[in-house]
């Protein structure tokens, strides 16, 4: 099972883990006959008799996740967005080859200048995916229903994604 490094209270922005256990991460699979030209299949080596089903107990969904991750990371970044602030366009001389010749074209190169990062805490993220399932019940949805989001990515969606696993444990 994978250790995880609990951040200093100094700590509040970002949070960069560390390796906290030591190798080998992955062994060979015991009992698996050489392939030509095929590698051992490997596993992580805490599980290499049977494949983990889970990354550590209780934890089976993407529900799951977002909840233990507000309660071990609190108030610690865990998503950021930016915005779009202003399209820069230039146009440059680039070398091109046409019918064997090297000639100059104009080319447009399109620049985005973006704000800096939005962070979004582990526990407002955990708060705004409740919110938004609680919504989905309003409105009539159940476990068995599907919402399908077509979206640029942006961490807003993943909470949707997120909020839909919420749904399936309820």
């Known amino acids: 099972m994978t250790s995880?490094?609990?951040p200093p209270a100094r700590f509040k922005g970002?949070?960069?883990?560390?390796?906290?256990?030591?190798?080998?991460?992955?062994?060979?699979v015991p009992g698996v006959e050489k392939v030509a030209?095929?590698?051992?299949?490997?596993?992580?080596?805490s599980h290499v008799h049977e494949l983990q089903s889970e990354p550590e107990p209780g934890i089976a969904t993407v529900w799951d996740v977002v909840a233990r991750s507000a309660s071990v990371f609190g108030d610690g970044d865990a998503?950021?967005?930016?915005?779009?602030?202003?399209?820069h366009e230039e146009v440059q001389k680039m070398k091109k080859m046409m019918d064997?010749?090297?000639?100059?074209?104009d080319k447009k190169w399109t620049y985005y200048e973006?704000?800096?990062?939005k962070w979004k805490?582990?526990?407002?993220?955990?708060?705004?995916?409740?919110a938004i399932g609680s919504g989905y019940r309003k409105l009539g949805l159940v476990k068995e229903d599907r919402v399908y989001i077509f979206a640029a990515t942006?961490?807003?969606?993943?909470?949707?994604?997120?909020e839909e696993s919420l749904d399936d444990e309820q």
Request: with cysteine.
């Open 154 to 162: 942006r961490y807003f969606y993943l909470v949707k994604i997120c």
């Open 14 to 28: 970002a949070f960069a883990p560390k390796m906290t256990d030591r190798p080998p991460f992955s062994l060979e």
């Open 79 to 87: 998503v950021g967005s930016r915005t779009l602030l202003h399209t």
């Open 4 to 6: 995880y490094t609990i």
């Open 114 to 117: 973006l704000s800096p990062y």
């Open 100 to 105: 064997g010749k090297e000639t100059e074209v």
């Open 121 to 130: 805490s582990f526990k407002s993220w955990k708060q705004q995916t409740e």
């Open 37 to 45: 030209g095929e590698t051992i299949p490997r596993r992580l080596a």
